[in-house]
Nanobody
């Protein structure tokens, strides 16, 4: 059974930075597509970023491009999401998700991911 555990959420002021981590256990980590999604109150879950394997391109939502950076550490079975220049609109619960390698056209679709963490809250507010 694949399990994902997010950490690193918190309260930051606008313009601040935060790094989220997702530890993955079970399965073969380096064969999984890993994605980050977020869900704000009253809104649908939305794609943030995804990577199919270390060394492949990483894809970002337009709203976070240039501000968020995803990295994966195959030795630690972990992924990290570095977030800078945070805005109040980034406030959401952030989820890490995994699936056996997805085709490119599917990586932004939450229903294609098999495994999900419980999420970590990010609040951007002064």
């Amino acid at each position: 059974q694949v399990q994902l555990v997010e950490s690193g959420g918190g309260l930051v002021p606008p313009g601040g930075s935060l790094t989220l981590s997702c530890k993955v256990s079970g399965g073969t980590f380096n064969t999984y597509t890993i994605g980050w999604f977020r869900q704000a109150p009253g809104k649908e879950r939305e794609f943030v970023t995804a990577n199919r394997r270390k060394g492949d391109n990483t894809y970002y939502a337009d709203s976070v491009k240039g501000r968020f950076t995803m990295s994966r550490d195959n030795a630690e079975n972990a992924v990290h999401l570095q977030m800078i220049s945070l805005e109040p609109e980034d406030t959401a619960v952030y989820y890490c998700a995994a699936a056996p390698r997805l085709i490119l056209s599917s990586i932004r679709l939450s229903d294609q991911y098999h495994y999900w963490g419980r999420g970590t809250q990010v609040t951007v507010s002064s």
